[in-house]
């Protein structure tokens, strides 16, 4: 049974290929908490997620078959960490699961896959625009074209993409939430692009907001701190790994099951009168927005 630590986890140094695999960290992420019931506040419903297949999107892809949806999962190539989240989903909580992997990044990959998902499920009634990569880089000179193109394109041009996809599939009731940083509050000196991408996703949540309100679709976001994901031994090495989120007035990064209560919250009845806001899960920083 997974749960929730209050603790800070003990991690070595590690570091793995990008985009990196869950099952291979140590320590694994928390992504389950069993201690919190399921109440039905989803049954019915159904949802696209991007990057469930590890981290966040899959402790968010858990809890909400957990709450009744059925869950469509778009990934990059982590088909080890897809299937295990897909078994989870289908044998655990007996909800349907459908994978479709590819690169975001792509327009054309976006159209297809959302195709594909409102082929078998005509109705979406959640999207969740999660994935992203980052690159650390020492100065704004050590940033080249490519890298930035690449980081806008996968963090910021997929959510234009999959959500005008997915528009045409979502009626009156339906949320969109987006995943954005605390480092587009406070900025990153050494993931300057990153956090540039994750400002532009707080005002494209808000332009949404403003843009949908109209049609009864409700658009959010949550701003994640430092939390325990492939994303981070992907990108980082050494020392930075092992005291990851320990400069948190916490003193501890967080575990992705600490962060899907917050989607879940905004994908439900229960934030019916909530729109064009962020929720801060970052350990207890103070951030303005």
């Not at 394109?153 to 997929?158: R, Y």
């Not at 050494?238 to 600490?258: D, Y």
Request: aromatic share 6%; glycine share 8%.
């Amino acid at each position: 049974m997974q749960k929730a630590s209050p603790k800070k986890a003990i991690r070595k140094p590690q570091h793995q290929q990008r985009p990196g695999d869950q099952y291979k960290m140590k320590p694994v992420p928390v992504t389950e908490n069993d201690l919190l019931l399921a109440s039905g506040k989803l049954t019915g419903k159904t949802a696209i997620i991007s990057g469930a297949d590890s981290g966040i999107g899959r402790a968010v892809a858990l809890l909400f078959a957990k709450e009744g949806a059925n869950v469509i999962i778009l990934y990059l190539n982590e088909h080890k960490d897809a299937k295990e989240t897909k078994t989870i989903i289908e044998q655990k909580y007996k909800r349907s699961c459908m994978l479709i992997s590819g690169d975001i990044s792509k327009e054309a990959h976006c159209k297809t896959a959302i195709q594909k998902a409102t082929k078998e499920f005509p109705v979406i009634d959640i999207l969740v625009n999660n994935a992203a990569l980052h690159y650390e880089s020492k100065t704004l000179l050590d940033i080249s074209t490519k890298q930035l193109e690449k980081t806008f394109a996968t963090n910021v041009f997929s959510m234009f993409w999959i959500t005008k996809a997915v528009l045409p599939h979502m009626k009156k009731g339906s949320a969109i939430i987006n995943t954005t940083s605390v480092t587009a509050y406070r900025g990153s000196g050494g993931l300057i692009d990153y956090a540039s991408t994750k400002g532009a996703i707080v005002s494209f949540t808000r332009s949404l907001s403003a843009n949908l309100i109209k049609k009864g679709i409700r658009v959010n976001a949550v701003a994640p701190g430092p939390i325990w994901t492939p994303l981070i031994v992907s990108s980082f090495k050494g020392s930075k790994v092992s005291s990851f989120g320990s400069e948190t007035p916490m003193k501890r990064a967080g575990e992705p099951s600490e962060v899907a209560t917050a989607y879940l919250f905004l994908a439900s009845a229960d934030a019916s009168y909530i729109s064009g806001q962020v929720i801060h899960p970052n350990g207890g920083e103070i951030v303005n927005g």
